[in-house]
């Protein structure tokens, strides 16, 4: 079985934190993929690498 704690009961537990200015926040968001756009006058269909001919 889970043992449920009380986020509330724990937080008066802590001694009170000394006042500080307020920092303006930034959320980054990182996908890990890079999207380029392709020159299309110098890509053409069929240009690539050969694929390898199995046996």
Same mark, same amino acid.
């Given at each position: 079985? %889970?043992? +449920? ?5 724990? =937080? ?9 200015? !307020?920092?303006? %926040?930034? +959320? ?5 993929? =890079? ?9 053409? !269909? ?10």
């Amino acid at each position: 079985m %889970a043992e +449920i704690i009380s986020l509330l009961d724990r =937080r008066s537990q802590l001694p009170p934190r000394a006042q500080k200015e !307020p920092v303006e %926040a930034k +959320i980054l968001l990182f996908t890990g993929v =890079r999207y380029e756009r392709l020159d299309v006058s110098s890509h053409r !269909p069929g240009t690539g690498p050969k694929r390898a001919k199995r046996k």
